[in-house]
């Protein structure tokens, strides 16, 4: 996965030589067991660096995923190389807290102030409408239903 312009400080200047030892390490397959949350694969992830991905059949892009999601720890055992699809997995709460990071910066960078409007900002359910309960037709619907006029077979009205 690229390093996003921002971030790329927060790398020891050989990242590449660290991710290639890594991958290297893990034989070039995906050493996600499990940590990703995909729950899609029973032990290890059986997905090879440019091999055809399970269930997709895309190409696999082995990636190095920090399991703390701190560039700046590249201790061994926090780092695992990954397909891009158990990175992703792995990565899916980290990435919604940056988006709302990048947004509420954005919105501040235009002058946007972040308002705390308390309980106000609590979504309401619109009220639910009366449900009718189905009725059992009246014994005189019957009736009617009953007194229709009956044809001797093979007749038309």
Same mark, same amino acid.
């Given at each position: 996965?690229p390093?996003?312009p ?35 694969h ?5 997905n090879l ?7 997709t ?6 990636t190095?995923?920090?399991l703390?999601h701190?560039p700046e720890?590249?201790?061994p ?5 990954m ?8 990565? /899916?709460?980290?990435?919604a807290? *940056? %988006?709302a $990071? =990048?947004?509420?910066?954005?919105? !501040?960078?235009a002058?946007q ?8 900002? /609590?979504?309401?359910?619109?009220p *639910? %409408?009366? $449900? =009718?309960?189905?009725?059992?037709? !009246? ?11 009956t ?7």
């Amino acid at each position: 996965m690229p390093i996003r312009p921002e971030n790329l400080l927060r790398y020891p200047t050989n990242w590449p030589e660290i991710s290639r030892a890594i991958k290297e390490r893990a034989g070039w397959r995906c050493e996600c067991e499990g940590e990703c949350g995909r729950g899609t694969h029973p032990g290890r992830c059986p997905n090879l660096h440019e091999g055809a991905a399970y269930g997709t059949g895309s190409t696999v892009c082995l990636t190095t995923a920090h399991l703390d999601h701190t560039p700046e720890n590249c201790d061994p055992a926090n780092l695992r190389a990954m397909c891009q699809g158990c990175h992703l997995h792995l990565d /899916t709460g980290h990435h919604a807290v *940056t %988006r709302a $990071q =990048t947004r509420a910066r954005a919105l !501040a960078d235009a002058g946007q102030l972040a308002v705390d409007v308390g309980d106000a900002a /609590t979504p309401v359910m619109p009220p *639910t %409408r009366p $449900q =009718t309960p189905h009725t059992i037709p !009246a014994p005189a619907t019957e009736q009617l239903l009953l007194d229709l006029p009956t044809t001797p077979e093979g007749t038309c009205p």
